[in-house]
C-alpha cells in the first residue's frame, strides 16, 4: 500500500523526512496537530512563517514511486528499508534519509545494516519475491540486480551445478614461484592458501586473472 512521504522544514532547513507515522512519532507529534500543521505549509513554499515548523507533502517525490519493507530497526531508531528498485534506504535518528545501492564482493551483492555486510539479494528476495524464503533456498540473480531477474532454487540444485566448476578448481595443481622460478607445488587452493597465508578465494582470484591489485603473492595453475 502506497504511503504519501512528507518533509518538515524550519525555514529551509529539512528536519525530518518520511510518513504521517514516521513523522509524528519523531517529532511527539498526535494525528491532531499532524493535520494542522499541514494548513500552513502553503505559506511556508512562499518564504512565510520562517520561524515555525512546516509540513510540505512531497508531491513528486521519486521515493514516494517506489515500494519500500522495514526490514530491520535498532534500538535506537534507526530504521532500515528494502526498497522495491533493490536499493536500500537508511533513516537515521535525526530524520535524515540516504538511500544506497548494493556491491558485488566475490560474486554476491551485499549491502550493510548496522555497519555489517549482508547479503543484498537475499534480502530484496524475502521482502518482494517470496516472503517464507527458506534456509534451503538459494537467490540467483542473472545479470542486472533486479527483482525480475531473481530465481530462488534448492541449494542442493545449485550445489549440483557449480559442483564440477568449483571440483574443476580444486584439482588443479598450483604452483608457488619466486622471482619467475617454481618453488613449491599444491594440489589445491585451500592448501595453498594454508601455506601463503591468504583465503583460498585470493589463490583462485589470482590464478584467474581477477584479482584487481597488485598480487600479494605469484601463483599460477600448472
Not at 524464503?133 to 534448492?154: A, F, P, R, S, T
Not at 619466486?178 to 587452493?189: A, I, Q
Amino acid at each position: 500500500m502506497h504511503e504519501d512521504i512528507y518533509a518538515v522544514y524550519k525555514g529551509e532547513k529539512l528536519i525530518v523526512i518520511g510518513t504521517e507515522k514516521e513523522i509524528c512519532r519523531k517529532l511527539h507529534w498526535t494525528r491532531s496537530t499532524f493535520k494542522w500543521e499541514a494548513y500552513p505549509s502553503i505559506m511556508a513554499k512562499h518564504g512565510a512563517m520562517k520561524n515555525r515548523l512546516c509540513l510540505v507533502k512531497l508531491e513528486n517525490d521519486p521515493i514516494g514511486e517506489v515500494e519500500e519493507l522495514l526490514i530491520h530497526e535498532t534500538e535506537k531508531g534507526v530504521r532500515y528499508y528494502a526498497r522495491s528498485d533493490c536499493t536500500f534506504k537508511k533513516i537515521s535518528r535525526n530524520g535524515s534519509a540516504h538511500i544506497s545501492k548494493p556491491w558485488k564482493h566475490n560474486e554476491v551483492y551485499e549491502t550493510k545494516i548496522c555497519c555489517k555486510p549482508i547479503n543484498a539479494s537475499r534480502l530484496l528476495a524475502k521482502a518482494f519475491v517470496k516472503y517464507d524464503l527458506q534456509d534451503d533456498e538459494v537467490v540467483i540473480v542473472d545479470g542486472e540486480l533486479k527483482l525480475e531477474n531473481m530465481k530462488i532454487v534448492k541449494k542442493s540444485d545449485f550445489a549440483a551445478k557449480v559442483a564440477p566448476r568449483a571440483s574443476a578448481h580444486r584439482t588443479k595443481t598450483i604452483g608457488y614461484f619466486e622471482d619467475g622460478k617454481l618453488v613449491k607445488t599444491y594440489p589445491s587452493s585451500r592448501k595453498a592458501a594454508a601455506d601463503l597465508y591468504c583465503s583460498y578465494q585470493t589463490i583462485l582470484d589470482i590464478c584467474n586473472h581477477k584479482y584487481k591489485r597488485e598480487p600479494l603473492v605469484d601463483v599460477r595453475y600448472i
